[in-house]
């Protein structure tokens, strides 16, 4: 494979990112139905979400109300007239076979979304951010992997039909050089960021909640008309879009350099393999024949309304980073790591309830990342509160980091609080003499050889010996006093 830093000696890459977002919302756009998630199939549902002759729809105040406050954190313009329009279309998951979206006339347009990349801002232009509807949702059967291609038939659940979407487009991202994967990944993360914040949707990429899209071409160093581009559909989590981009940026570089052409065209994402193959060919601009939705009034958003929601706006994260990071005392290298591992508020609230900052981040960082990883969640969603975190680390004080580390098993599995869990599994550490030294003959007999070499001098070897009697005694052990009696037992001046 042609190398990254010949694919950029040769050429640039140019972005752009279509973002779908899932509101929210406890109904759905156009009607009263419910949203939540993973209901029944078609339990959701009813004459408009369904496309019955002779529905009609309500627009969901709640729902624009949303979007316009995605408009204003993005720092875009919002529209003080707009429209809705039917995009024509044959869905067999949508039955009345148009999608009411905004087509030129969306809520919001010209905003912008700042990210910082290794100490680098890159200013993300936002050409707009516009509402509709989604679709529902086919399930192919019987061929692989869910595929159409091979299934014996097909399903169709219609309870996401009509789930309020936001989509929100980037301009062309160029100037960002080898840092384009990364800037991409950076930007989804940032918008991801600060949709939680606004609380307008659970921005779950593996549930759905946010889809993106993500064009790439390549352009000549040196030149000035952009390449083809190529968009890679539904990437679903944040490392398969930075994954996707140098994908192509390496499959387009190659293409070029053989003297071939991209082909302007729609390309599907493969976790597995990390590549992506050829989809739907959009070479020819297809006309989806929008028209005004007759059905719907415009919307006309009053002034004093809209100026009511941008003083309402959250904190945005890179500023709520910039308090945490002053309020910690943490260097740039700290929130950063931070940062990447999603904890910054986990920190910042753990703090809050009273521990303090290098404790709590090195547990966040540490054993609950370790947790976290290892059942394939974000941190954040541990069943462990900030509060409870700091009472860990207040009984690690008391205890020992192994007892502290049974606690947060303890909470994790059971849900109880840690004082709770210390008094039913009668964690408390092991300090009289009697007990330890036993434990430490044990121990002693056990590893002679480790032993001698105490014995002979070498201190440094009482760590194997300590660490053995904490495992021994699951970690209630006094890992001072146990030091001190390896130490007598083996006759070593101290
Ligand atoms: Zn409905």
Redesign the pocket.
Known sequence: MIAYDDVLARYEPVLGIETHVELGTAS?MF???ATVFGAEPNTQ??P??LGLPGSLPVMNGTAVEYAARIGLALHCDIASWCRFARKNYFYPDMPKDFQISQYDEPLCTNGFLDVEVDGTTYRIGIERVHMEEDTGKSLHVGGPAGRIHGATHSLVDYNRA?IPLVEIVTRPITGTGAAAPVVAKAYVSELRDTLRALGVSEVRMERGNLRCDVNTSLMPRGGTAWGTRTETKNVNSLRSVERAVRFEMHRQAELLDAGGRVHQETRHFHEDTGGTTPGRSKEEATDYRYFPEPDLVPLAPDAGWVERLRADLPEAPAERRARIAQRLGASDRDMRAMANAGVVDLVGATVEAGASPDDARNWWLGYLAQQANADGIDAGDLAISPAQVARVIELAAELSTGLARQVVDGVLASGQEPDAVVAEQGLAKVTDDDTLGTAVDAVIADQPDVAAKIRAGKLAAAGALVGAVMKATRGQADARAVHRLILERLGVEQ
């Open positions: 759905k009607c009263g139905c549902t009813c408009v979400c009509g």
